[in-house]
């Protein structure tokens, strides 16, 4: 596995736990959110560099796509 997928991983996997101890969300509706959001394709998409933030920015956009229903960066 090189540094670059494992570190995609890493933030997925604290994302989702962030979810599911801080926003109480159940851990398989964590998993779907992740997995089903426009948040992992930017984050499993290398270019986008995504996986260097730090997983609370991560777990906030994600926070802000499930809210919002669609997935916004306005740093970008």
């Known amino acids: 596995m090189d540094?670059?997928?494992a570190l995609m991983e890493g933030v997925t996997q604290d994302v989702i736990a962030y979810?599911?101890?801080e926003a109480q969300i159940p851990i398989e509706e964590a998993m779907?959110?992740?997995y089903?959001?426009?948040v992992f394709v930017k984050l499993s998409d290398s270019e986008t560099g995504l996986y260097r933030d730090s997983p609370a920015y991560v777990a906030a956009l994600?926070?802000?796509e499930l809210a919002n229903g669609r997935f916004t960066q306005s740093e970008v």
């Open 36 to 38: 089903n959001s426009e």
């Open 3 to 5: 540094k670059v997928r």
């Open 19 to 21: 979810l599911v101890e």
């Open 62 to 64: 994600l926070q802000d």
């Open 32 to 34: 779907d959110a992740m």
